[in-house]
C-alpha cells in the first residue's frame, strides 16, 4: 500500500534494484484509490536531457486516460532514472517540475516523483522542483 513519500520510495527502491542506469528513463506505475499499485510498470526509455512543455502535456494525457480508463480515481507514480551518481541536478529538477505542472493542468493525481541515479533513489517533492514563476 502506497500511503505516504516513504512507500513510494521504498516501491521503486525494491523494483529498481540493483541501481545503474546507461541511459535515461522513465518508469510509471497506475496506483488504485485505496493505495496498491497496480503489478504492471512501464518504462519509456531513452529520454532526451529536456523535455519541453508539449512532451510533458502529452505524457500527461497518456496518464489522465490510462487512469480514466483501468484506474478511475487513482494515481500515477513517476520514477525518472538517470546515469551517474550524486542528488537530483538542475536538469532532473526541471523535468520534474515540468511533469508536475503539466498533470497539475490535466488533472492527473500524482504521488511525490522519485529519482534514481547510479548511487541511490531521491524523492522530488512538487515544492522543490516547480517554478512558482511559471505558475
Known amino acids: 500500500m502506497l500511503v505516504s513519500q516513504a512507500d513510494v520510495e521504498q516501491m521503486w527502491r525494491t ?3 540493483p541501481l545503474g542506469w546507461r541511459r ?6 497506475l496506483v488504485a484509490p485505496d493505495g496498491r499499485p497496480l503489478p504492471q510498470v512501464c518504462e519509456v526509455a531513452d529520454l532526451p536531457d529536456e523535455i519541453d512543455g508539449e512532451g510533458h502535456a ?18 500515477i ?6 546515469p551517474g551518481g550524486g542528488g537530483p ?6 523535468i520534474a517540475g515540468g511533469a508536475y505542472a503539466a498533470c497539475r ?6 504521488e511525490v516523483i522519485h529519482l534514481a541515479t547510479d548511487d541511490d533513489v531521491w ?5 522543490d522542483v516547480v517554478d512558482r514563476r511559471a505558475s
Do not use: E, K
Open 58 to 75: 502529452a505524457a500527461a494525457t497518456l496518464w489522465r486516460d490510462l487512469l480514466a480508463d483501468l484506474v478511475p480515481g487513482g494515481r
Open 89 to 94: 541536478s538542475a536538469a532532473d529538477r526541471a
Open 15 to 17: 523494483l529498481m534494484q
Open 105 to 110: 493542468a490535466a488533472g492527473v493525481p500524482l
Open 77 to 82: 507514480a513517476l520514477l525518472f532514472v538517470r
Open 24 to 29: 535515461r528513463a522513465l518508469w510509471f506505475s
Open 123 to 127: 524523492p522530488l517533492p512538487a515544492d
